[in-house]
Nanobody
Framework: QVQLTESGGGSVHVGGSMKLSCEIS?????VAWFRQAPGKEREGVAL????????VYADSVEGRFTISHDKYKKTSFLQINNAQPEDTATYYC????????????????????WGQGTQVTVSS
């Protein structure tokens, strides 16, 4: 069983920065951040392999978002830079212990465990 606890959400101005944290209890082969805006589908934005170190980003956030993982703190981070209004959403941390999940790496179906979500609001 994996438990995920997000923190760090809030309000930020356009062009500002914010760092989200996801504390992980249990083993995770892969950790990802998703976001969901009202009326829209959940979108995978970035993932990290905690033990391998590799990362993948959605095109929509490439160059502005950075995902990382601290093995000692057992925490994954999502750094949001140059925030834009379209980044406004509830952000979710997701994890899975399986090496192969039967779906794409940024597909929500790939992940068995989810956090409760944290709201990010970008204002002008």
């Amino acid at each position: 069983q994996v438990q995920l606890t997000e923190s760090g959400g809030g309000s930020v101005h356009v062009g500002g920065s914010m760092k989200l944290s996801c504390e992980i209890s249990g083993y995770a082969y892969i950790v990802a951040w998703f976001r969901q805006a009202p009326g829209k589908e959940r979108e995978g934005v970035a993932l990290v392999y905690p033990n391998l170190g590799g990362t993948v980003y959605a095109d929509s956030v490439e160059g502005r978002f950075t995902i990382s993982h601290d093995k000692y703190k057992k925490t994954s981070f999502l750094q949001i830079n140059n925030a834009q209004p379209e980044d406004t959403a509830t952000y979710y941390c997701a994890a899975d212990a399986r090496a192969y999940g039967g779906a794409g790496a940024l597909d929500a179906l790939r992940y068995k465990f989810w956090g409760q979500g944290t709201q990010v609001t970008v204002s002008s």
